[in-house]
């Protein structure tokens, strides 16, 4: 019976040592397994703060882009407002410089006179397209105002072709004559007038400071006709 004390002992030794060895290795897995977990967690939270961080850069990206194309429409469509206003307002200046210009022309023929009229009306009509395009890209007064001056500019064409046509009638009388240049040189003022309300509407569209008033034109002396 003594002899088997020592190999008893053994195994109890053995035994001992593989439940201990045991213990260690599932205390080791489970030392491993919840740093596994504590990293998994790390990583879970650094891969979502990359994430957000990447979100939210994109966002920076997609609002510094949005940005840009608004301020690029912007500068398109003030760009396109200004071009527009500036060809309403040069074709103006141009037909009232014409209108101007009749005080130092003889027309010879009422029918002269007739083809004048039309070829500044088709001058003034042209202008159309101009105002249609702003009806779409700016502020509604603008193109009223547009249509007013185009509007007095086709009332001081008809009134120059009725001062032409009564400067060639031998029958009219020194009234009728000096009635009609005064009519006309209000008409002519009008449009200056109706110019500057454009300008006004356009720089109260574009944040400009509006001009100082401008002096209505005064009729010049009447000259006596020939």
């Not at 003030?78 to 200004?82: K, P, Y």
């Given at each position: 019976m003594t002899s088997w004390l020592p190999l008893l002992s053994s195994l109890i030794v053995a035994a001992a040592a593989l439940i201990g060895v045991?213990?260690?290795n599932r205390t080791n897995r489970d030392a491993i397994t919840a740093a596994d977990e504590r990293n998994r967690t790390t990583l879970d939270a650094a891969q979502a703060n990359i994430e957000t961080t990447h979100a939210a850069a994109q966002r920076n990206i997609d609002n510094a882009n949005a940005a840009a194309e608004r301020r690029e429409q912007d500068k398109w469509r003030?760009?396109?407002?200004?071009t527009a206003i500036s060809s309403v307002l040069?074709?103006?200046a141009d037909v009232r410089q014409t209108l101007w210009d009749t005080l130092d022309w003889k027309a010879e023929s009422v029918e002269e006179v007739d083809s004048f009229g039309k070829e500044v009306q088709q001058s003034i009509s042209a202008c159309n397209g101009y105002i249609t395009r702003l009806r779409v890209l700016a502020n509604p007064k603008i193109p009223q105002r547009c249509e007013d001056l185009l509007r007095?500019?086709?009332a001081a064409q008809s009134?120059?072709?009725?001062r032409l046509k009564v400067e060639l009638?031998?029958?009219a009388t020194m009234d009728d004559v000096n009635a009609i240049r005064a009519l006309w040189h209000k008409a002519i003022a009008n449009t200056v007038?109706?110019?500057r309300a454009v300008i006004d509407a356009t720089r109260s569209e574009l944040g400009i400071e509006a001009l100082s008033e401008i002096p209505e034109i005064e009729p010049e002396a009447v000259p006596a006709p020939a």
């Open positions: 045991l213990i260690n003030r760009d396109s407002i200004l040069l074709a103006a007095t500019l086709t009134i120059t072709v009725q009638d031998h029958e007038q109706d110019e």
